[in-house]
C-alpha cells in the first residue's frame, strides 16, 4: 500500500497561483500513476489532472488545461499539482490518488487516496 498527505492548500485570491504537494510513502512511489481530483461543496468529486509513473505522459481536465500543471519528482516521493490564474470556481477540497493501473481520469481506477487539502479562492 502507499500512504498519501497533500499540503499547500490555503486562501488566494483570483489570479493568485498555488502550489500543492503531495507525499507518498510506503509502496515504491515510482510504480504508481498519480492523479489530482477536486470535490466543491454540494459537487461530485472531479478529475482535474493525471501522470504517467515516468512523469512524461500527463493528462487534464478542460476546465484547468493551460493553468494547471501535474508533475512528480520520483526521488522525493512526491507529486506536485501547481495552479496559476486561480478562480473563485477553483474553490474546493483537492485529493491526490494512486493507482497501479493505467492512467486514468476515472477515480473509480484509484486505489489509494489523501484526506485532502482545501483550496478557497476569493474574488
Known amino acids: 500500500q502507499v500512504q498519501l498527505v497533500e499540503s499547500g492548500g490555503g486562501l488566494v485570491q483570483a489570479g493568485d497561483s498555488l502550489r500543492l504537494s503531495c507525499a507518498a510513502s510506503g509502496r515504491t512511489f515510482s510504480n504508481y500513476r498519480m492523479g489530482w481530483f477536486r470535490q466543491a461543496p454540494g459537487k461530485e468529486r472531479e478529475f482535474v489532472a493525471a501522470?504517467?509513473?515516468?512523469?512524461?505522459?500527463?493528462y487534464y481536465a478542460d476546465s484547468v488545461k493551460g493553468r494547471f500543471t501535474i508533475s512528480r519528482d520520483n526521488a522525493r516521493n512526491t507529486v506536485y499539482l501547481h495552479m496559476r490564474s486561480l478562480q473563485p470556481e477553483d474553490t474546493a477540497v483537492y485529493y491526490c490518488?494512486?493507482?497501479?493501473?493505467?492512467?486514468?481520469?476515472?477515480?473509480?481506477?484509484?486505489?489509494?487516496w489523501g484526506q485532502g487539502t482545501q483550496v478557497t479562492v476569493s474574488s
Open positions: 490518488a494512486a493507482t497501479t493501473s493505467t492512467v486514468s481520469k476515472d477515480q473509480s481506477e484509484y486505489a489509494y
Open positions: 501522470l504517467s509513473r515516468s512523469g512524461l505522459l500527463a
